[in-house]
Nanobody, 121 residues
């Protein structure tokens, strides 16, 4: 079975940092493009970042560029998201997903169960 197990969420003050992890199994992680998406209460799914399988090229929307960093460990089959200078508007449930931006936001691949990030003073 395909499994994507996200962890690392929590409550943090504005300006703080968190590192999310996503342990993956059941598919060929090392050749899969991977993404993070998020969904705030009452809002649509928002793409957060993607990373390629080969050289690991990365991409981000302007809303998180310069603050978030996506990375991967193909040996551990784990995806990461380092989040710095967090803002209240980053509050959401974060999901790791297979595929690039379009596949992840349209949920046409696989999603993990999500981890909640709350940014509040």
């Amino acid at each position: 079975d395909v499994q994507l197990q996200a962890s690392g969420g929590g409550r943090v003050q504005p300006g703080g940092s968190l590192r999310l992890s996503c342990a993956c199994s059941g598919f060929m992680f090392w050749i899969s493009e991977m993404s993070w998406v998020r969904q705030a209460p009452g809002k649509d799914v928002e793409w957060v970042s993607s990373i390629g399988s080969g050289l690991g090229s990365t991409s981000y929307p302007e809303s998180v560029k310069g603050r978030f960093t996506i990375s991967r460990d193909n040996v551990k089959a784990t995806l990461y998201l380092d989040m710095n200078n967090l803002k209240p508007e980053d509050t959401a449930v974060y999901f790791c997903a297979t595929g690039g931006r379009l596949e992840a936001t349209e949920r046409s691949g696989f999603w993990g169960q999500g981890t909640l990030v709350t940014v509040s003073s």
